[in-house]
């Protein structure tokens, strides 16, 4: 080290250099197709807390921003009487490039006795996991460590998948736990896998998931009798 490095170091000038980016502040820039170098893993939200979705969508539309595919499967958000039919994130989706949804869920919530049918929620969340099936496979018969087409069918390759209310399922025994412990076995070394729902712990995905955050409910406006807002729940 030379005496102008001595005399640099621990300014804000040198501490500047040494952050991501050297410094340089952050900024936007179009959308183009690119891989991420470091994809692959596998991500649980849980708890009784707000919160899981709303994260889980941050990543999806973080990753699309840098030009990944990204594909939303949401399973038993289908909707009830104190949601419209059009959700915030689906039109942002629709104006963001590389990333799309599906909802394979059924009307209502199951488990809340709206009305709605056990053994339409149970088909449902069967046809939703036979849809991911169909999407993983093509994300190993796809090289993810190249950019994808951003306008492509999901079952052409994504690099992150967001599967939305799937731990729910289970713990609704919509779903066996053996369901999604086979997903994440045979899913592509390079596909980030994101699983949301589930008010219990999903002690099974200990093991098998390389992140697991418990979103905690300290207070709710639920409890008080506010239902679902337009521009925060959908």
Do not use: C
């Amino acid at each position: 080290m030379t005496d102008s490095d001595d005399a640099t170091a621990g300014t804000p000038a040198e501490t500047r250099r040494q952050t991501p980016g050297g410094g340089v502040r952050p900024s936007a820039t179009d959308i183009e197709p690119a891989a991420p170098a470091e994809f692959g893993l596998v991500q649980a939200w849980w708890g009784d807390g707000k919160g899981k979705t709303t994260a889980s969508l941050g990543m999806a539309f973080r990753a699309a921003g840098h030009g990944y595919r990204v594909h939303l499967l949401q399973f038993l958000k289908g909707g009830a009487d104190s949601v419209e039919g059009v959700r915030g994130e689906y039109n942002a989706i629709a104006a963001v490039p590389g990333i799309s949804y599906e909802n394979t869920g059924h009307y209502g919530w199951h488990g809340l006795l709206d009305g709605s049918d056990d053994d339409e929620h149970h088909a449902k969340a069967r046809g939703a996991l036979e849809r991911t099936a169909e999407i993983v496979d093509g994300a190993a018969d796809a090289d993810l460590t190249a950019p994808l087409d951003l306008d492509g069918d999901p079952t052409d390759g994504v690099h992150l998948l967001v599967l939305d209310e799937i731990l729910y399922a289970v713990e609704q025994d919509l779903l066996e736990e053996a369901d999604v412990l086979d997903l994440i076995d045979e899913k592509p070394d390079n596909l980030e896998l994101v699983l949301t729902g589930s008010h219990s712990e999903p002690t099974y995905l200990l093991d098998a998931a390389d992140l697991v955050t418990e979103v905690r409910k300290v207070k709710h406006p639920f409890d008080a009798g506010v239902r679902a807002r337009k521009g925060t729940e959908y």
